[in-house]
């Protein structure tokens, strides 16, 4: 096995066939952004629903995250796949299943799933913003939308974003399920070199450029959650901050003086 994955002629080989790969590549990035730009819209949406008074509203978004979160991602892609085209059939009055797009599928199957996972990050982040605010904000006359667009989501982002950043990491490694549908995407077009070929460099590459993608995320992750912790720090204002410093650091010299005299 060892012999194999050092084998030049293999890797050889591998390099030569690197277009189906990179077109793989391609359309795993665009399910990525579909799938991202879906999840954060929905999951906001939901992870607002959570924190409102409307029970209705509430329990839609509690209903949600609990089917999302409880039922494997495989068996909703795959579900999605067989009474998809079967559902638009009905609503649409077509003489035949209509055919969804792979990349619809994929994006949609990220995208949904995901969602429930950030409407719960959202959902403690609204909740970790002073309940005070919102009270304040409305007495001075916001609208609770007004509050929630201009006071509380604000403050919420800046404190999810770490936990933002992992979701999207997740969302990358699981646009692999696409394979299952013949979807296009890299781990489809790595199984089908591996299939053909029987060499197992087609996974590492696959590993390499799923590493391409998820690195970056990672570590922009790890730098948006040592930010969070870090003290802010107090702005220097010209003309103010240097005389209240003067003056404050002259206030302390005299009583020093008087303390050694």
């Not at 990035?29 to 906001?44: H, P, S, Y």
């Not at 990358?172 to 296009?184: R, W, Y």
Request: positive net charge; aromatic residues 10%.
């Amino acid at each position: 096995m060892l012999e194999g994955l050092l084998d030049p002629r293999r890797w050889a080989l591998t390099f030569e066939n690197m277009g189906p790969f990179c077109e793989g590549f391609g359309v795993t990035l665009k399910v990525v952004a579909a799938g991202l730009a879906l999840a954060l819209l929905l999951g906001t949406l939901l992870g607002v629903f959570s924190t409102t008074r409307s029970r209705i509203l509430r329990g839609i978004s509690r209903v949600y995250v609990e089917f999302y979160q409880n039922t494997p991602l495989p068996v909703q892609v795959l579900f999605m796949y067989m009474a998809g085209p079967q559902f638009l059939q009905v609503v649409t009055g077509a003489a035949q299943p209509v055919r969804i797009a792979p990349f619809a599928l994929g994006a949609l199957g990220v995208g949904l799933y995901h969602a429930a996972y950030v409407a719960e990050v959202i959902r403690t982040g609204i909740e970790a913003v002073p309940r005070g605010q919102m009270e304040a904000a409305q007495s001075q006359g916001f609208s609770r939308l007004q509050t929630y667009a201009y006071i509380v989501l604000p403050q919420t982002f800046k404190i999810i974003l770490p936990p933002l950043c992992n979701q999207a990491l997740n969302l990358v490694k699981n646009t692999s399920v696409l394979a299952l549908v013949a979807g296009g995407d890299l781990m489809y077009r790595s199984d089908n070199f591996v299939s053909l070929y029987g060499f197992l460099q087609g996974y590492i590459v696959c590993c390499l450029m799923y590493f391409i993608i998820c690195f970056p995320i990672a570590m922009l992750g790890q730098w948006l959650e040592r930010r969070s912790k870090a003290r802010p720090r107090a702005k220097v204002i010209p003309g103010v901050t240097d005389v209240a410093g003067s003056s404050s650091e002259g206030a302390a010299q005299p009583a020093t003086a008087g303390k050694e005299a």
